[in-house]
């Protein structure tokens, strides 16, 4: 991959994936069970490139109204 890997929070280590990475679920199958924080490995539809699995980012939307 000649990409920028889309790291996070660069200002300190250790880099992990951000939001949007072409490194993530880019690789078909890994030699690891479980990245370095010990978080299971895949963790979306395949495995990340790097050290970690990158953190899962959930968009809610809240609504305080019900239907009618």
């Given at each position: 991959m ?5 790291f996070?929070?660069?200002?300190r280590g250790?880099?992990?994936?951000g939001p949007g990475?072409?490194?993530?679920d ?29 953190e ?9 109204r019900?239907?009618?």
């Amino acid at each position: 991959m000649n990409l920028d890997p889309g790291f996070g929070n660069t200002a300190r280590g250790p880099y992990r994936l951000g939001p949007g990475s072409a490194a993530i679920d880019a690789c078909s199958s890994a030699q690891v069970e479980d990245d370095l924080d010990g978080a299971g490995r895949p963790s979306g539809d395949g495995y990340d490139i790097g050290a970690f699995e990158a953190e899962v980012f959930v968009d809610r939307v809240f609504s305080d109204r019900f239907g009618g």
